[in-house]
């Protein structure tokens, strides 16, 4: 349950600021109230729902201040993540990225853009190698998905396009994670993902 909930919270089923009431979820999802319960609980703890004083449940109005603060902790953790996964790129490595890259430039929208974003990021973290850090890392991913095609969007309103800037940043990182210094990967990593913040408003 907490899984499903979490994709229609990311997928923007449930809007920023929706009531998440544990009778109306656990008679949609067909379920008892102790798993929408719990459920709710490890989203919160995830900083995607937000319980109010009033004992309601809602979905987390994420402000500037957080957009701010979620892409400047993910700058750090996947700068240091980029650096260690430059280590240890593999040719299997380079094949995957590609592949992700080549499927970002087919997206159909900018939600399948997101995902394969994020997807993307996510094989960076992993091959860092670093549980500690994945696991730092984690909450922010939810955190970020669940607003990337707003960014996406804001971004668009700026007669920006995003899949264009998205796709040649990820293949600049890529250059730099399979044929660059660790620190290369680290400040390609850096610069992609605080290329961002003027969006954070």
Known sequence: MHLRLRKEIVCGRFPQGSALAEPVLAE???TSRAPIREALI?????????????????VRTIAAKDLREIMEARAALESM???????????????????????QTNAGSLAELSRLDIDLHQYVVARSGNDRLRQLWEPLR?????HLVEIYRRQKDDDFI??????TAHRHLLRALAKGTPSEASQSMMNHILFNLRWAK
């Open 162 to 167: 995003p899949e264009q800037e998205t796709i």
């Open 28 to 30: 949609h999802y067909q």
């Open 142 to 146: 939810w955190q970020w998905e669940a």
């Open 42 to 58: 490890a989203l919160e703890r995830e900083g995607l729902v937000t319980f109010e004083k009033t004992g309601r449940t809602r």
């Open 81 to 103: 993540a980029a650096g260690l996964a430059n280590r240890n790129w593999k040719d299997a490595d380079t094949e995957f990225v590609t592949r992700n890259i080549e499927k």
